[in-house]
């Protein structure tokens, strides 16, 4: 039931040319960041992809076709983006084990050491 997805985090207009039609207003360059849920918590995590697209083409454009050009100026969006910071937030499933564990954790100590008996 663990499901992963990423969401947008900023698309970027790029005015280098496409390697696969030579138009030099259609390339989109988009930073996702991964979006982690499953029965007892969600999460954000630091995991980033990007993926290139022309949009005049359209066509997805791989990092081995980029050129140097569209390398420098994918380096440079790296750097110049902020991801989202790292977060986890339980659910109540999450909570509700965390809590019975701790009682299961005292009522097996409290027998250990002799404080409760039947």
């Not at 030099?24 to 995590?45: H, P, S």
């Not at 790296?78 to 509700?96: E, F, V």
Request: aromatic residues 14%; proline residues 3%; charged residues 20%.
């Amino acid at each position: 039931m663990k499901t992963q997805h990423y969401f947008t985090l900023k698309e970027v207009q790029l005015n280098n040319n496409c390697p696969e039609c030579y138009s030099n207003d259609g390339l989109e360059l988009t930073f996702k960041q991964r979006f982690v849920e499953n029965l007892f918590y969600k999460a954000i995590t630091q995991d980033m992809v990007y993926d290139m697209h022309c949009n005049t083409c359209d066509t997805d454009i791989f990092p081995v076709r980029w050129t140097n050009d569209i390398e420098q100026v994918v380096e440079y969006q790296k750097r110049a983006m902020t991801p989202k910071p790292k977060s986890i937030k339980l659910k109540k499933a999450g909570w509700m084990f965390i809590i019975v564990d701790v009682l299961i954790f005292v009522t097996v100590m409290l027998f250990v050491t002799g404080i409760a008996s039947f």
